[in-house]
């Protein structure tokens, strides 16, 4: 993150300039892109500012959440998508990701009961499909 520091006299003299909305944003949108291209720790330097500012924002936290997935901090991901479930239980999308967290950390039991609460929640067919449900019976 690129921070201006003023030589002038007065007031601002020697300050760092101050996160406005606006700049949250743009880094908000910025981390986005790049974890789009594959840059988490990219990501999670911008991330760190806005949840620094704004510890709710639900929407940064699974993006960071995201973030460490892909940067294989498997803990640090599991604690974010725990926390983005804390605010939003029927966040379908987070209890995927928490899934794969879970399977990729070879902790099985646990990754399936997310997976088939993101299916129940959004019965998208992936998430369906994640959740290996015993097949019908047949008579």
Known sequence: MHRNRHTGTGEEA???????????????R??????????????????????AAHPENTAARLLRARAFF????????????????EREPDNAFAHFALARTLQRAD???????????AAA???????????AFDPPRSS
Not at 14 to 28: D, K, Q, Y
Not at 42 to 47: E, H, Q, T, V
Not at 107 to 117: G, M, N, S
Not at 121 to 130: C, G, H, K, Q
């Open 121 to 131: 929640l959004d019965p998208r067919p992936d998430f369906v499909e994640a959740a």
């Open 70 to 85: 892909l940067g294989a901090q498997l803990r640090p991901a599991e604690m974010e998508f725990q926390t983005v479930l």
């Open 30 to 51: 910025a981390a986005e892109q790049l974890l789009n291209a594959h840059d988490p720790r990219g990501a999670l330097k911008l991330l760190d500012t806005v949840i």
């Open 107 to 117: 902790r099985k039991d646990e990754a399936r009961r997310h997976f088939r609460l």
């Open 14 to 28: 020697g300050t760092v300039s101050e996160a406005t909305p606006e700049t949250l944003v743009i880094e908000f």
